[in-house]
């Protein structure tokens, strides 16, 4: 059934594969990420983070509720420092607390390679006028609430090789 609310709601899926990758290099240390700033296998396989020519992750995704986000956009620094990524989120699968309407997080994801070691910082903005919660298995954040304020979150790879959001 659709609602006046849904009617002009237009649901976008996001594609499986994207060729487009975003590399990060300093010194021997090197990251190869999709515009997503993930590190998602692909059929060329060349995605990862490297050191001295070997691949030391393969895998390491970015989800909320288990989604992937929405590209709103994905550019490398000029210096070629930094990978910074704007997401919003789908919408989300009802839960306990209900559910997150479309396009009312913000991800701003930047991610930095720097000798040996690769750094991610995330910051969440809510733009709803609920607060969202989930919860994140496997990482050292149990939960995160937003209201109307930002919340940052940090995540080395090797700690979780899925971050979830």
Do not use: W
């Not at 001295?52 to 390491?60: H, I, K, N, P, Q």
């Not at 970015?62 to 550019?75: D, E, I, T, Y």
């Amino acid at each position: 059934m659709t609602t006046h609310k849904d009617e002009h709601l237009i649901r976008i899926r996001p594609t499986a594969s994207d060729d487009r990758s975003r590399v990060l290099k300093d010194g021997e240390t090197f990251g190869v990420f999709n515009r997503f700033g993930d590190i998602q296998p692909t059929e060329m396989g060349d995605r990862g983070l490297y050191y001295d020519g070997t691949r030391f992750l393969s895998r390491y995704l970015f989800r909320v509720a288990g989604v992937r986000p929405l590209l709103l956009s994905s550019s490398i620094t000029p210096d070629n420092s930094t990978l910074v990524v704007d997401l919003t989120n789908p919408e989300l699968p009802p839960s306990a607390d209900g559910s997150t309407s479309q396009d009312t997080l913000h991800f701003l994801r930047e991610k930095l390679v720097h000798d040996r070691y690769s750094f991610e910082r995330v910051e969440v903005t809510n733009y709803g006028t609920e607060a969202a919660r989930s919860p994140c298995p496997g990482t050292s954040v149990p939960t995160f609430e937003t209201s109307s304020k930002s919340a940052a979150l940090s995540a080395l790879p090797g700690a979780a090789s899925n971050l979830q959001v």
